[in-house]
Antibody, heavy 124, light 110 residues
Framework: EMQLVESGGGLVQPGGSLRLSCAASGFTFSSYEMNWVRQAPGKGLEWVSYISSSGSTIYYADSVKGRFTISRDNAKKSLYLQLNSLRAEDTAVYYC?????????????????WGKGTTVTVSS | QSVLTQPPSVSAAPGQKVTISCSGSSSSIGNNYVSWYQQLPGTAPKLLIYDNDKRPSGIPDRFSGSKSGTSATLGITGLQTGDEADYYCGTWDGSLSGGMFGGGTRLTVL
């Protein structure tokens, strides 16, 4: 069974840092692109970041650019998100997702495996 | 603020059909495939439709997707109380170099 399990969330003060981890199992992790998606309390989904299967291509949402860093360790089948300079508006459930993308007439991009999420709360 | 626009809510009676729209731009939906996600209360989202109209294994054919120009539509027939959830459209935006989701639509089965 394909599975993603996030960890590392918690309560942190504004300006602080956290490192989220996502452990993958049940599929060949090194062959897949990965993302982080977040959801603030009572709000919709927000795409946060993307990393290619090799880690050579990375994208960020403008709201986190310069503060968050996505990375992966294919040998450990793990995805990471380093969160720095945290703000109250970063409070959310953070989901690790498996991505599929490419060209087939048009560009396709979708997330077919989701973790259960880890909660980050930024508050003093 | 989402650049994919969805209605905040829709409702219909059990057994009926409902459609949820998702409006974007030429750089988002206009040049990319659309996916749809279902989020049941208290759970993580789940992929419902990908590549505009394809269903992953295990998704019943009561769920369908379509795309025309810069808009996409999710259709659900034979509504069940278990379909009550939030539904999100998603795609890639080439001008932003990033993924995006619609604001979400809450489905109520009356």
């Amino acid at each position: 069974e394909m599975q993603l399990v996030e960890s590392g969330g918690g309560l942190v003060q504004p300006g602080g840092s956290l490192r989220l981890s996502c452990a993958a199992s049940g599929f060949t992790f090194s062959s897949y692109e990965m993302n982080w998606v977040r959801q603030a309390p009572g709000k919709g989904l927000e795409w946060v970041s993307y990393i290619s299967s090799s880690g050579s291509t990375i994208y960020y949402a403008d709201s986190v650019k310069g503060r968050f860093t996505i990375s992966r360790d294919n040998a450990k089948k793990s995805l990471y998100l380093q969160l720095n300079s945290l703000r109250a508006e970063d409070t959310a459930v953070y989901y690790c997702t498996r991505a599929n993308s490419g060209w087939n007439g048009y560009f396709y991009y979708y997330m077919d495996v989701w973790g259960k999420g880890t909660t980050v709360t930024v508050s003093s | 603020q989402s650049v994919l626009t969805q209605p905040p809510s829709v409702s219909a009676a059990p057994g009926q059909k409902v459609t949820i729209s998702c409006s974007g731009s030429s750089s988002s939906i206009g040049n990319n495939y659309v996916s749809w996600y279902q989020q049941l209360p208290g759970t993580a989202p789940k992929l419902l439709i990908y590549d505009n109209d394809k269903r992953p294994s295990g998704i019943p054919d009561r769920f369908s997707g379509s795309k025309s120009g810069t808009s996409a539509t999710l259709g659900i027939t034979g509504l069940q109380t278990g379909d009550e959830a939030d539904y999100y459209c998603g795609t890639w935006d080439g001008s932003l170099s990033g993924g995006m989701f619609g604001g979400g639509t809450r489905l109520t089965v009356l």
